[in-house]
């Protein structure tokens, strides 16, 4: 049997990366394994037996070591959350929403601010300064005057990463400027709108020299969080671990309690009134959601 990491499903076959062989097989899929309800997607990890005319046909699928449903990829270390300050504009609700999906997946986290041609890089800087100081690392890039490629690409080394952002930020011509050659797909920015169009379609795990994995994915511009819920939702701010400790009522959800330490913080200046409001909308939008289900 030999074993594998699935870089991608394409027209029901799986292709799969044998580490110790350095080659990928076409792989199709044991029935009973769909019979039991296991599905595999980008990034499992699977044991394969080959048949004769040299494809191969996946057995089984390993324990994940987490999975995140969109993009669906599984067993991913990092996560380049990606976008630009103009062409398409910066959304800080949506920004803010990555990075409570990609906390709560536990993942290790990279802001990238790309396009700082258009925007400048000071003016970039500025308004990513509240997400600097919560301690998010933050990479400011130019794929067209190639700024920032390089450290781009060392954050990308010996670990298995992923792209998400909306549509038209660069990540799939990110990815090309880190390693040219890697021919993905790439769509021009409709003039009229501003807005980039949908050119990445499928989640595929692809090879970097330097011993990375990354997968490129389909930019979005809605995303659900309410799988989270509403007294996780706090732990998801990393800026507010320190004052959790001193709101007077437990538990509090820093929203209409008095003597509440995470309102003390925003009126001080350590928490982020921009962040703290949408904390207040997220929550709102996810009780909402729980009280629909507990009357069901
Ligand atoms: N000015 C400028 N344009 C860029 C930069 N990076 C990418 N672009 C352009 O932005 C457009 C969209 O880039 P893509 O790489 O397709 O964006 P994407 O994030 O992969 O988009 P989806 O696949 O739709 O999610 C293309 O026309 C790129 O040439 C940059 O740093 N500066
Ligand atoms: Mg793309
Ligand atoms: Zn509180």
Redesign the pocket.
Known sequence: MKEGRILKALGGFFFVHCPQEDKVYRCGIRGRLKQAGIDVISGDLVEFTLLEDGSGIVESRKQRDNYIFRPPIANVERVII?S?IK?PDLHPKLLDRLLILAENAGLDIIICI?????SGLEEAKNILSDYERVGYKVIY?????E?GINQLRDVLQDKVSF?A??????????L?AIQPGLQ??????SCKIKR?????RHVELLALDNGGWVA?????SVLDITSIESNELQYLFPEMDDYLDGCKFIPCSHSHEPKCAIKEGVKGGGISESRYQNYLEFLEEIKKKEEKSWRR
């Open positions: 990606t630009a062409e790309n396009k700082v041609d258009i890039t130019s794929v067209k005057e700024i792209f952002g909306p549509s038209g930020a660069g990540k799939s011509s990110l090309n993905l797909k790439m769509g021009e920015v980039g169009r949908h050119t990445t490129d994915t389909p930019g979005f």
